[in-house]
Antibody
């Protein structure tokens, strides 16, 4: 069974750093991309970026480039999303999601993590 | 940037009725790159349709997708209680590489 299990909810202060995780199981972690999607309270879905754990090829949405860092450790089948200095506007639910290889010809996210709620407040 | 506009914003239906959701793109989108998701309160999105018309694994056949170019449609042939949720379309194209529509909420009439 394919599963993406994300780390737990976080409460942080503005200016603090944070790294959240997404652990894949039940499939070959290095054969699929992992994307990150933000959902602010009561709002829609926003694509942040995507990484291919096989070779760490990473792409970012221009809206998030320079604001976050996406990485992966294929030895433990885990992808990460990190901030060096959080802002109150980073308060949101963050989802990781699996994406097939680009060579498949398709572009979609088929399995999703349960989400990590990040709250940034002084 | 390709903008996806979903309509209506909210659709009120009764169980058993047919739902027709629209997703219109500001520029032509490859059908291979158009997907639909369902999201229920407190849950992660779930993939329903990929490549505009292919049902994802385990999705009931009352869900169907169609369209091409700039106009895409998600149809639920007969609404069931579990189908009341928010639905998003998503496309892949020029930077930003992935965009989502703003969502259509299906509510019980």
């Amino acid at each position: 069974e394919v599963q993406l299990v994300q780390s737990g909810a976080e409460v942080k202060k503005p200016g603090e750093s944070l790294k959240i995780s997404c652990k894949g199981s039940g499939y070959s972690f290095t054969s699929y991309w992992i994307g990150w999607v933000r959902q602010m309270p009561g709002k829609g879905l926003e694509w942040m970026g995507i990484i291919y754990p096989g070779d760490s090829d990473t792409r970012y949405s221009p809206s998030f480039q320079g604001q976050v860092t996406i990485s992966a450790d294929k030895s433990i089948s885990t992808a990460y999303l990190q901030w060096s200095s959080l802002r109150a506007s980073d308060t949101a639910m963050y989802y990781c999601a699996r994406h097939p290889k680009f060579s498949s010809g398709f572009r979609y996210f088929d399995y999703w993590g349960q989400g990590t709620l990040v709250t940034v407040s002084s | 940037e390709i903008v996806l506009t979903q309509s209506p914003g909210t659709l009120s239906l009764s169980p058993g009725e047919r739902a027709t959701l629209s997703c219109r793109a500001s520029q032509s989108v490859s059908s291979s790159y158009l997907a639909w998701y369902q999201q229920k309160p407190g849950q992660a999105p779930r993939l329903l349709i990929y490549a505009a018309s292919s049902r994802a694994t385990g999705i009931p056949d009352r869900f169907s997708g169609s369209g091409s170019g700039t106009d895409f449609t998600l149809t639920i042939s007969r609404m069931e209680a579990e189908d009341f949720a928010v639905y998003y379309c998503q496309q892949y194209g020029s930077s930003p590489e992935y965009t989502f529509g703003q969502g259509t909420k299906l509510e019980i009439k």
